[in-house]
T-cell receptor, first 114, second 111 residues
Framework: EAGVAQSPRYKIIEKRQSVAFWCNPI?????LYWYQQILGQGPKLLIQ????????DSQLPKDRFSAERLKGVDSTLKIQPAKLEDSAVYLC????????????FGPGTRLTVL | GDSVTQMEGPVTLSEEAFLTINCTYT??????LFWYVQYPGEGLQLLLK?????DKGSNKGFEATYRKETTSFHLEKGSVQVSDSAVYFC??????????FGTGTRLQVFP
């Protein structure tokens, strides 16, 4: 069974530029999560989708971050414009449904903002 | 709000040594508790979990017991291997599916 796929694996941009990350969850998984992992910290949930609807985006900085999950499968996370403090690893995870199902994580995208 | 605190690393051990990584949590009620592992260049993987007090999660020789009285979920292994070198994250979720993670503990095992 293929795992969670993410691309790109690495991205370097300058501040005020925009960037987008892509995630393909495990086939059949209804729930998709985006986490931000800043160096030296644990991952922090940015947004959670159930199919193509948003369940929780309370910690998403909506002035610069946006995310969508069209057709309830793939998802993209966008930052526009990027700030230095957005440098982090962005992790995508998926689970079969919700309520205690194991979350499977992708390898992450490491973003460096200069 | 809910939070997880785990010991700072790195933890440096020789092969076959005993491992303990401490984890304590703050949450109302009865959260589910998890240990995730992140090997170099890979994504987070669930190592073990416990969903109620006194439950013991175990996998690959690692184990952790959910202690409600001390709000702890310490990770232990009797004999570590070089291949166990990784970053270990303690986490909880409580009433939602949002995982709340600790800051991670890097384990380095030398032959």
């Amino acid at each position: 069974e293929a795992g969670v796929a993410q691309s790109p694996r690495y991205k370097i941009i300058e501040k005020r530029q925009s960037v987008a990350f892509w995630c393909n969850p495990i086939s059949g998984h209804a729930t998709l999560y985006w986490y931000q992992q800043i160096l030296g910290q644990g991952p922090k949930l940015l947004i959670q989708f159930q199919n193509n609807g948003v369940v929780d985006d309370s910690q998403l900085p909506k002035d610069r971050f946006s995310a969508e999950r069209l057709k309830g499968v793939d998802s993209t996370l966008k930052i526009q414009p990027a700030k230095l403090e957005d440098s982090a690893v962005y992790l995508c995870a998926s689970s079969l449904r919700t309520r205690g199902d194991e979350q499977f994580f992708g390898p992450g995208t490491r973003l460096t903002v200069l | 709000g809910d939070s997880v605190t785990q010991m700072e690393g790195p933890v440096t051990l020789s092969e076959e040594a005993f491992l303990t990584i401490n984890c304590t949590y703050t949450a109302t009620g009865y959260p589910s508790l998890f240990w995730y592992v992140q090997y170099p260049g890979e994504g987070l993987q669930l190592l073990l979990k416990a969903t109620k007090a006194d439950d013991k999660g175990s996998n690959k020789g690692f184990e952790a017991t959910y202690r409600k009285e001390t709000t702890s979920f310490h990770l232990e292994k009797g004999s570590v291997q070089v291949s166990d070198s990784a970053v270990y994250f303690c986490a909880l979720h409580h009433n939602t599916d949002k995982l709340i993670f600790g800051t991670g503990t890097r384990l380095q095992v030398f032959p």
